[in-house]
């Protein structure tokens, strides 16, 4: 399956959530921030939101500094 994550092409596997992408995309339990197709995803569904055919995923993560 085609998605886009953070505006570049990606192929995964049907039916991969939006946790599994995560760890694949190596973010694991950081504390990101996920949009899908525009749309900010809370992170408790992260778990049961599945990815489908040309979806955009945005991941937004802070990072420290001082």
């Not at 694949?24 to 525009?38: F, I, K, Q, S």
């Amino acid at each position: 399956m085609h998605i886009t994550l953070n505006g570049s092409p990606r192929d995964c596997a049907t039916a991969i959530t939006i946790a599994q992408l995560l760890q694949e995309a190596g973010y694991g339990d950081r504390r990101v921030a996920v949009e899908l197709n525009h749309e900010i995803v809370p992170r408790s569904l992260h778990v049961s939101q599945i990815l489908h055919e040309g979806d955009q995923v945005e991941i937004v993560h802070a990072i420290g500094g001082g």
